[in-house]
Structure formats: C-alpha cells, structure tokens
C-alpha cells in the first residue's frame, strides 16, 4: 500500500523524537520506524527525508563510533562487528578499519595491557590472561602479544 503524506510526515516526526534521544544509523532507524508500525515504504520515504536534511549520516556515525571505541579500548575486530551489527555497509566498514594504522592498535592494546597488569600483578599465568582479556577486545592475536611484550618492558 502507498504511504500518505500524513502518514510519511508522522513517521518523520517519529524519526527525529529517536534521532534526538540518540544518533542512529539508517538501518536502526528503519527498524524502530518498522517496530512503531509504519508501512516500508512509509519508513523508507521517512528516511530518505531525515537523511536529505542531514540527521542520518552513516559515515559521521560510523567514524565517531570508530574513534569512541579505540578510546575505550576496543580492537578493530570488535569494532567493525559492531557497526557491522549496526546497518554500517561492509564497504564503509572496510574503508574505516583499513584507516586504522597497525601502531595506533598496539599503541591502544598496549595502554589497556598495562591497566591489566597492574589488576593483579602476582596472579599466576597473568600474560596468557591479558592477551586473552586484549583478543576478546578485538585486538588480532600478534596485536595483543605486541602490547603485552612493550607493556612490560
């Protein structure tokens, strides 16, 4: 069924109560417009038009999460899930995690490696631990043994 233009300016209205609570991707939007019961073609009228007037812009969003996510200490892995997760296009993705130079990752494992360090200093197996606690960040496996070999020296 066609949307209405009552029905496309009222599923605007609901884009930008969401988009003001929370920046969102396309995709995200898309779905919560869907949950909110608007028809698909209504919901993708609505943002074409929120994305025209600049609320919805997946690579300023996909390029601050990059940055927040590196500063919490978050490997390119993790990273690239999680916008993946998010509606982010594999390409952009790609685009983004491939600007991420190999020594701004050891350089962020390494800072994280360290606070591990210091936790617990005279547990027993505590570098197998920290390079299993830098992996699951997302850091690649010589990443993290990289970090952990300058974190300690």
């Known amino acids: 069924m066609p949307s209405t233009p009552k029905d496309v300016e009222a599923a605007v209205d609901k884009a930008v109560r ?5 920046a969102q991707t396309r995709a995200g939007l898309e779905r919560k417009l869907a949950r909110a019961g608007f028809a698909p073609a209504t919901v993708e009228a609505a943002c074409d038009r929120v994305e025209a007037m600049g609320y919805v812009n ?3 969003y996909a390029e601050a999460t990059v940055n927040r996510r590196q500063e919490q200490g978050r490997g ?3 990273i690239a899930s999680e916008l993946r997760q998010k509606g982010i296009d594999r390409a952009l993705v ?3 995690m491939g600007k991420v130079s190999v020594e701004e990752q050891v350089d962020g494992a390494t800072e994280l490696a360290r606070k591990l360090l210091l936790r617990n200093p005279d547990q027993p197996r505590q570098r197998e631990k920290v390079t299993g606690a830098l992996m699951r960040r997302g850091y690649a496996p010589w990443v ?3 970090a952990l070999e300058r ?3």
């Open 144 to 146: 993290a043994r990289k």
């Open 151 to 153: 974190a300690s020296g």
């Open 76 to 78: 390119v892995r993790v």
């Open 58 to 60: 997946d690579r300023a």
């Open 18 to 22: 969401i988009l003001n609570a929370a």
């Open 94 to 96: 790609d685009e983004l």
